[in-house]
């Protein structure tokens, strides 16, 4: 039997709990850390010897959130080792199973977890004692988006049609028109979201980020692009670790990923719309102008607003790819399976995934790297903590650590789980 | 009417069962996680009843007939993307819908909750009384004109 290496690095993506400490010196910071300990999840190494098709199902179930957005990454980098080429339409569809998916996700941070913060409610459900009638639109308007990926994925959470290729199975016009009433409705109610988000009390805090997005010629970003900078970074997917690295710090479970010589950087809405405010259709933009967002705009509390008009896009984007949508010759591209290796990058809700593959000559994955976004975010959500703190630390304990867990939030970070029940320790040494 | 469960943690499957015996009833939702509830919004509902496997440390297959208030006031501590409790997700919908707040749960005691598909002979036991009385229920609200 011919001798294999297979050498995997951890996949860090956190959801668990984390806690935060601070120490101060003579009320200055002199050390702070975002602690993530929960354990590993080891995907990259379950993938290790399967056969590529399993690939998008197996990296679907790292996220109940963002699946499509793991099998988008993973999709597009097997694509590119078989050099398949895909039709428009099924392109198109890709497209439109993003757009429920950044519905959903997008909606169920802003309303259910990021909302209360600004409005000084522990959690939803104050929030909807007070405002029934926003969460209520909030939660109809993210059901159209579980519709969207139920109806392309054949299921609302960890979807199972898309595939190397294509998708399972075709999907006619006169299906498609069918989701058309309901979208049409949540882009009235988004619309209304977003001019409600607007109009929270923004804490004053900007940083001068490095944001890091996918950049299309013609399109806001979802599958498709070069990785671009605001700081002059523009690189094709496949140049990715030559600018991207990550580091293990002993507290933290979650790799920190950094720019090769730079250091942090931000991915996500906020990053994404910085960078391709004109690919926005005029729709949203003109809804932007009217609520006062501009950019550039480096205040993360204003994420909130971010993932709103992105959520507007991704209703009139799925209106105008069904309007749009001619069917497909077939459900999937045929394609012949070789060795090679392939990467892929796409916008997850929470910002750039990035998949690398390699896979022999029958197609079995010989190795296997994914960076998710929030291991992306971490280094960024540690220094805008950094940052914050020196004044934070100055108020009462409670109100101190309800910024802290606000800042934290603004990244829409998988760890939004642990992020509730934060516990925080300051050391003060006079 | 709603089923929760886990069909691959053995008894943790009892709302899957529940469902499988109550067959094709209208409003019927199937969901692996409470979070899934929050796409069941509804104007019209007027009772909503939930079955899910517990883990009370009673006698396995112990069915335990409860309403909204019995199920602990700490629920809300773990509310997340990931971790929406039941409760926190029924109060949610009470507080967004025009519900009539009518709630009954039926919590189906678990012995195992180990990786299997298959369900303990006690729970097995259960879910079959819990699916007759369900019908049952079902059968007398419509006789009286309610609907189901």
Known sequence: ?430 | MVCLGNRLRSDDGAGFRVAELLGDIPELVVARAPAELLNQLSEEVQLLIIVDAVENRGRPGTIHRLRLPDIGKDATRAFSTHGISLKDIVALLLETATFSGEVLIFGIEGKDFRYGEQLSEEVEKACRKVANEIKEILRMREDAGGGI
Not at chain 1, 72 to 84: C, G, R
Request: aromatic fraction near 10%; include cysteine.
């Open chain 1, 1 to 430: 039997m011919t001798e294999r290496t297979y050498k995997v690095d951890y996949l860090a993506r956190v959801e668990g709990e984390a806690s935060l400490y601070i120490k101060t010196k003579k009320g200055e910071v002199v050390d702070l850390k975002l602690k993530i300990f929960e354990p590993p999840r080891l995907f990259e190494a379950f993938l290790l010897g399967r056969m590529y098709y399993d690939v998008p199902d197996i990296t679907a179930r790292i996220c109940g959130i963002c699946p499509v957005a793991y099998q988008m990454s993973s999709i597009h980098a097997l694509e590119k080792i078989f050099d398949v080429k895909i039709e428009p339409p099924i392109r198109a569809l890709r497209r439109l199973f993003y757009c429920g998916e950044w519905i959903e996700s997008h909606l169920l941070h802003a309303f259910l977890l990021h909302a209360p913060d600004f409005l000084g409610y522990d959690d939803a459900l104050q929030m909807t004692k007070r405002h029934p009638e926003i969460v209520k639109k909030a939660l109809k308007a993210k059901k159209i988006g579980n519709e969207i990926v139920a109806f392309i994925g054949g299921r609302e959470i960890h979807p199972v049609s898309a595939c190397v290729g294509g998708f399972y199975r075709l999907f006619t016009r006169r299906e498609l028109e069918t989701l058309k009433p309901v979208l049409k409705e949540g882009l009235q109610l988004s619309t209304e979201l977003l001019e409600w988000v607007s109009e929270l009390n923004f804490p004053e805090f900007e940083q001068d980020y490095e944001f890091v997005a996918l950049r299309h010629p013609t399109e806001y970003p979802f599958n498709e692009g070069r990785i671009v900078s605001n700081k002059g970074l523009d690189i094709e997917v496949e140049e990715y670790e030559d600018h991207f690295a990550e580091e293990q710090v002993p507290y933290a479970n979650a790799l920190h990923s950094y720019i090769i010589g730079r250091g942090s950087y931000l991915v996500g809405p906020l990053a994404r719309i910085n960078i391709n405010y004109d690919k926005l259709d005029d729709y949203t933009r003109e809804k932007l102008k009217e609520v006062g967002f501009k950019i550039p705009c480096r205040n993360p509390f204003k994420s909130i607003v971010a993932r709103l008009a992105e959520t507007v896009y991704a209703f009139g984007e799925a209106l105008r790819i069904i309007d749009d949508y001619r069917e497909p010759s077939k459900p999937r591209a045929e394609f012949t399976v070789r060795a090679g290796r392939g990467h892929g990058c796409t916008e997850a809700p929470r910002g750039i995934l990035y998949h690398r593959y390699d896979v022999d000559s029958e197609g079995r994955v010989t190795s296997a790297k994914i960076v998710a976004p929030t291991s992306q975010n971490q280094k960024r959500i540690e220094d805008d903590l950094r940052a914050l703190a020196p004044k934070l630390i100055k108020l009462p304990k409670e109100k101190a650590l309800w910024r802290f867990e606000q800042a934290i939030r603004n990244y829409d970070p998988c760890i939004s789980c642990a992020t509730h029940f934060l516990k925080l320790t300051i050391d003060e040494e006079q």
